[in-house]
């Protein structure tokens, strides 16, 4: 088998892409959502839920405390809040 030639490293200016507001953000070459599009959906339950249990079959605490310690320790802006 012959060796990928697919790099696992992201190409994302990250730091450019979090200094963007909405307003910067180029959505010319999405289609307008219209209300037909919104009547036409398909919600598909339990799809959630059940990658949700998967994942949390293959997790540990362990593993959630060490992903949570990257996590910054700021509040959430106001729009974020529950």
Do not use: C, H
Request: glycine share 4%; net charge negative.
């Amino acid at each position: 088998m012959s060796k990928s030639t697919i790099s696992n490293k992201s190409q994302t200016d990250w730091e450019r892409l979090a200094a963007m507001g909405d307003d910067d953000i180029d959505l010319s070459d999405i289609p307008e959502l219209t209300p037909e599009m919104f009547a036409k959906a398909v919600v598909k339950r339990g799809l959630a839920e059940d990658y949700l249990e998967m994942r949390a079959q293959r997790g540990s605490k362990e593993k959630f405390l060490k992903a949570m310690s990257k996590v910054a320790k700021v509040e959430p802006p106001d729009y974020d809040r529950l």
